[in-house]
Structure formats: C-alpha cells, structure tokens
C-alpha cells in the first residue's frame, strides 16, 4: 500500500509538472470576446498612451478583449513563447535592436502581409489608412522589405535625425551654423581656440542616420538606393568613399573621450557634452531631449536641430527620419482583428493619445498637434532639408556579417586611429558582397 | 531479501523526479544545442534547414569569431593567475599573520562577490570615467595633468584589461574566503617544526601551506575558469557591449550577437558548442597538469 501511494505521489507531481508547461491560453474570455494579443515597446514614450489607446478600441469594439504586453525588454518576454509557437497578435517593435526580433522575423519570412491595411477606412471616419498617411512612409524598406509592393511592417512613430546643438551657445559666441562641411570644418577650428570640440556621438551605432543622409549628399538618392540594395561594386565608387572621408574627418574634430563612453552604459555622458558646452554637434534623434530632460545643462541651454551640411552649398541637405514599425507575425491566430486593430492606430483618437506622450504618427497635418521643442525638431524638412528613409534591404542571414557593426561600429576605430578609411572601405565592400548573394528574392 | 528489494525500489523511484527534472532541464537542453547547430534556423519560425557541419566550418574562417576567442582565452589566463595568487597571498596574511581587524578585512574582500554585474559594472564606469573617474583624476595628481586621459573602456589596447581588472575585483573576495577555511585546518604544530628548523615565513608558505591545500586549489581552479567564461559575458555586456569596435568581445557576447542580433540561431549554437568543448577540454587540462599525490595528515 505505502509503496503504491509513494508511486501515485511521484506520478502526480511529475504529470504537474508537465502540466504547467504545457498551458495555453484560450482565445476568447469568459464573456465570449475575443481575445486580441498586443505586444508593445515600452520606450521612452511610457506604456500609458498605449493603454489609453487599448482602452478605447475595447469601447469602440465590443467584442474585441485586448490583452497588453507592455515591456522595455519585450524580446525576451515573447521570445520565448514565440520560440514555443504562442504568438502575439500584433508587435510593436522596430528594427535596429540589439535582439533584432523584428529584422528575424523579416528574414524568416515570418510577417504577415498587411498591405491591405492601407485600403481599409479608419474606424469613424471617411478616409483610409493610405489617404492618412503622409507620403514616402510606405514605399521604402523599412515597411516593404522584401522589395515587392507587399507590406509587411506599418509605419508608426517617426522622427527626423539630424545634427542636435546648443542653439543658446552659438549665438553667445556669435557663430552661424555651418550650411556646407567646409564651413563646418572652419567652425571646427575655430571652436578649437575656445577649447571646444566640433563634434561627439552617444554610440557608434547613431551613425547609421548620419551616413545613410551623408550617402544622399555625395551620391543623390539613386546612390544611396544602390547601397542599400548591396549593388555590386556600389563601395568602391567615389561617391562611397567621399562620404566615408567626411566621416573620418569628423572622427579628428570628436572630442577626445568620446569613444571610451560610446557604449550602451556610459553614451549618456557623451550626450551631456553637447550640454555643458564641451562639444558642439552630436548626431541624435529627437526623442534625446526627453532622454536628457533631467540632466544638468549649461546656462541658457537651449535645444538646436539642424540637417547634414550640405557638399558645395549649391547641392541638397538630408535628414534621415527614423519610424518604428507595427506588424503582425504569420502564424498569429487573428490576423484579421490584427489589421483592424493596426488601422485604428491612425485614428484621430489614437493620433491624439500618443501624440500627447509626445509620440508622433506620420499623419497629415500631424504638425498643428506639436508644441515646444517638438514644433521646431519637425519643422526641420520645411525649412529645405531633404528627407531619406528606409535602410538596408532584407537578406537571409549571414553567418559572421553585419553590415551594421563593419559600417557604423567601425567608426569607433577610425575615431581611435586603430584602423584607417581603406581598411574600413575594403571591409564594407567585403560584407555587402556577402550580403548581395543572400539578399532576399 | 524482500525488505532489502522494497527498499532498493523505493530509492529508485525517489530518484525518479530528480531524474526527469535532470533530464528535462540539462540533457535534454544540451542535446538540442548539438542538434541545432547543424541546422540554418533564426529561432522563432519553422524553416530549419538541415546544414550539417557548414556552421562550424564558417566559423573556423570567421575571424571575429577569433578575436572573441583570443580575448576569452587571455582574460581567462590573466584573471586566473592574479586572482588565485592574490587570493591566496591575502588568505595567508589573513591565517597567519597577526593582524588587528581580521573580521573587517574579510567582509571588506568578499562584499564585491555579492554585487550583481551591473552594480559592478556602474562601479567601474566611474571608476574608468576618463574626465572625472578615480583613476584618471590619481594618475593627473602625480603627473601634474599635463597628459592625455587614458581611455580606459576606450583604448582598444587596453580596454580588455579594464574588464579582467573588474573580473578580479570581483573574485578575490570569494576565493580568499575559500583559501582562509582551507588553510584554517593546517595544523598549527607544523609551522611550530618549521620555524624551529629555521624556515621562514615564504618557505613555509610554499613547502606547508600550499602542498597541504593543493586539492583546494584544484576545485577552486576548475570552477573558476568556468565561471571566468559566464562572468567576462555579464560584465562585457553591461560595460562596453562588445566594444570599441569588437575588441572586448567574448565567447559568450559573440554568441549572442549572432544568435539573436544577425538572426543566425544555428551559428550561435555552434558557438555554444565550441564553448562548451572548450571549457570541457580546458578543465581535463587543468585536472591533468595539477594531479599531484594527495598529502594525508
């Protein structure tokens, strides 16, 4: 008897054990809603607009139940159920994480098609998602990755990046802003006299803005398509190398600890040389003023944003605007709730709630909502700069490669003298060969 | 008979828990890694494609995958042999010797084992701030700040130094701990002999304190290289994420990176393969070249 109850023990917790593993959600509640899954970043903007938001398309649709996952670390939180096959509904998630869940699931094949988002009505509304939208967000890489007229990613936030200041510092020292790089090599002299340096950067990882808009200046924008496209031979041309040099030379004006603080523990103090007036430009986004809101400043600080210098003054200037990216992944159980739910987000409700976080949608006439610091951040394409998008084009992946850290990670070394423009040009062309043969089809 | 059979099953079926959680949670785990470094797969969709030995053979031509190797195997070395040395001079100060405070020294050396690798992280970004942190603003007190700020998390010639310099910080404490138990047990008459014979207290330290601890030392060797591996990832990640530039990668970190980052979930694991060679191999090593007859007393 003892022996049998001994065994029915171990049975149990062991088949409890297994149990517990194997748990799966049900889709729809008690009430019979059904139950949608949204996963979203929790960035800077904070996860409250994302509840309000949640919140009222529950009002708006009553038979819809959200279920919110709002994380800073949201890899690792759907990861691992991803890894097991429970999938969210819709994510939240740009490209360029250190995770890079999105640029996997992009190169897996594993989004979903949701092109026809852009054809649906907004919810109460007379227009469609397209006719929202602002022009050129949805014909670039970073929402059609595979090159086809599929769109696989919908824009969301976006931001223009650019050159930030402390627009305060150069009127004390009555300084104008360099409108062409040999002007902003002439200031680098001069801000050398007053032992300033011309030029700081949080991470190495931030030049992806800066070259992806400097490729535009030297080579236009057809050039800049073909290096994102990996063309062959696209690294060796002049264009290519012109922009690496104006990188190089900004890498002998950094202000000279920048690069033992550029990594993700210490970029701050990098960003905080551009307020206490130690450094003149940093390249950023505009989301830096909110990073550094609480940070001490010099007297007077006042924020200033300006697009690359242009080559020869008669030549265009470029700005590159980052937008994170929605999607739904293929194996999602609701795919059709999905979209609706995604459309909605482009909602004048749900363009108000996130814009008073400060989180803005490229939506028409998005611009009367700003205010402050925001109204001048993205008045910047009004005042003449040119705008570039998108980014590298989706490949399968290469074992070893990175595009990434060969182009933007290298600058770090260029900066350090540990490794020259040559060496750095022979090693970006090297990636993108092996990148070419992989690129998607 | 009987009784002696009930209680062999009933110790077998004791096991059994134990034994599906071993399985469960370690073999199964480790086996999947063997498998799944013989396929091309990103980790979240259904498409694996059966590669067989192509990871490992684009890895032996990876050179990053070197320079992370390189790297692992030089802080393994570095941090090893001056941990267990300062580890082992410091616990036989602190035996030995006649020292006021004992108790305040012990707590003082083992406090950095109990920070989590973030907190040591934070310490030493202010330690290594190259305008304001401790070392720099002591190396400007005696040269009068006319020279250049040493780049410590910068300079890529000695950013990997910076980090073994942490990793030791880190580990002195507990190993001296480890050594001062083990030493507290050698008898206290024969450092009595050996003074009457004339020995001093450096030969004492090697002919008596040493042979008689040696097994000590052993274990403690072979984990710590172990964990040498674990903990250069945790504080790599948290104070230079790999860098400048690749040049404080990490077995460990370089995994990651392409496990996750460049969507090569095979490759990572054949990384995590090599690794976990590597640490097998490296603790037969180890075991092998420090066998040394066992001294009774």
Redesign the interface.
Known sequence: MK?FF??LI?LV??VS?FASCGLRDDDKDADGKTVLKVAVLESAYGKKMWEDVAAAYEADHQDIKIELTAEKNL?DVI?SK??SGDYPDVVHLATGR????T???V????LADISDILDEKVFGEEKTVKEKLIDGFTDTAATHPYGDDKMYMAPMFYGPCGLFYNAALFAEKNWSLPTTWDEMWELGQKAEVENIALFTYP??GYFDSLIYALLCETGGVDFYNDCMQYKEGVWDDKNAREALDIVARLASYTE???????????YL?NQQLVLDNKALFMPNGTWVSGEMADAPRAEGFKWGFMALPAIESDKDRYSYTYFEQIWVPENADHKDEAKDFIAYLYSDKAVKIFAESGAIQPIQGVSDMLEGENKLFYSIYDTGAKAVMGGFAATN??????M??TLF??V??IV?G??TVDEWQEAIGKASDSLRKALKK | MRKHKGRRAFLSVCTVPALILFAVFMLYPTLNIFVISMYKWGGYSLNKEFVGFDNFVKLFSDAKFWQSFQNTVLLIVVVTVVTMTMALITAAILTREKLRFKGFFWVIFYIPNILSAVVIAAIFSAVYDPSRGLLNTLISFFTGGGTAPVLWLGDQKVVIYSIAIAMIWQAVGYYMVMYTAAMSSVPESMYEAASLEGAGRVRQFFTITIPLIWTNIRTTLTFFIISSINISFLLVRAMTSGGPDGSTEVFLSYMYKQAYTNSSYGYGMAIGVLVFLFSFALSGLVNLVTRRESIDL
């Open positions: 022996r001994t065994l171990t917790l062991t054990l890899e990861g991803m890894k250190e995770a890079g869940l640029e996997t699931m190169r897996e094949n594993s991470t190495a000279p600890t920048t690069v033992a603080n550029a990594n993700n523990d210490n103090k992946p290469v074992e070893g490669v990175s990434v850290d990670g290298t770090n070394s350090s540990d490794k």
